[in-house]
T-cell receptor, first 113, second 113 residues
């Protein structure tokens, strides 16, 4: 069975600073990886996904993530954050042998003025 | 962008009562999901539904839970006899393909008293 670990429950960062949100996964088969964002009182929205091909994936709102198979990681980065990026961020994994997506415990990104 | 619609946004019920949570997935989507999020905890998979049947379910999805797609547009989650621990935000999601972006609704906050 696959699993996802998000190592940081909260990440405070100042506006315009870079940020990295960490995600590690565990799976015995090939994985598909996703990052979702959840703003207060809303559902989850897809930021980006890795299915295959280039290990550097670019998403919406200036976010990108790099798939690292040897480190079983899929960390999310943004070079310069805005106040509006304050939200909960979830890493998720699925595989071709399952119909479910497994979500991590989430990282609360708080951008400070 | 197309949306997944969930109703009601809030549902309060007494322990032991039946509740039905309703979702209207995106019209040409084929895969449907229910997830729940207990306050302060991670997003948990409940069930996936494809081709008019359950394709996968979690251990949370016991005999008290059922799903239905009664008319080709709605997708419902029924909890037959609610327990206090069923209190959570329930999210419906749909996707157009097996490994595709999940579109989430805004959720139904279920409170069991």
């Amino acid at each position: 069975a696959q699993s996802v670990t998000q190592l940081d429950s909260q990440v405070p960062v100042f506006e315009e600073a870079p940020v990295e949100l960490r995600c590690n996964y565990s799976s015995s088969v090939s994985v598909y990886l996703f990052w979702y964002v959840q703003y207060p009182n809303q559902g989850l929205q897809l930021l980006l996904k890795y299915l295959s091909g280039s290990t550097l994936v670019k998403g919406i709102n200036g976010f990108e993530a790099e798939f690292n198979k040897s480190q079983t990681s899929f960390h999310l980065r943004k070079p310069s954050v805005h106040i509006s990026d304050t939200a909960e961020y979830y890493c998720a994994v699925t595989t071709s042998g399952t119909y479910k997506y497994i979500f991590g415990t989430g990282t609360r990104l708080k951008v400070l003025a | 962008e197309p949306e997944v619609t969930q109703t009601p946004s809030h549902q309060v019920t007494q322990m032991g009562q039946e509740v039905i949570l309703r979702c209207v997935p995106i019209s040409n989507h084929l895969y449907f999901y229910w997830y729940r999020q207990i306050l302060g905890q991670k997003v948990e998979f409940l069930v996936s539904f494809y081709n008019n049947e359950i394709s996968e379910k979690s251990e949370i999805f016991d005999d008290q839970f059922s799903v239905e797609r009664p008319d080709g547009s709605n997708f419902t989650l029924k909890i037959r006899s609610t327990k206090l621990e069923d209190s959570a935000m329930y999210f419906c999601a749909s996707s157009g393909g097996r490994v595709e972006k999940l579109f989430f609704g805004s959720g139904t906050q279920l409170s069991v008293l």
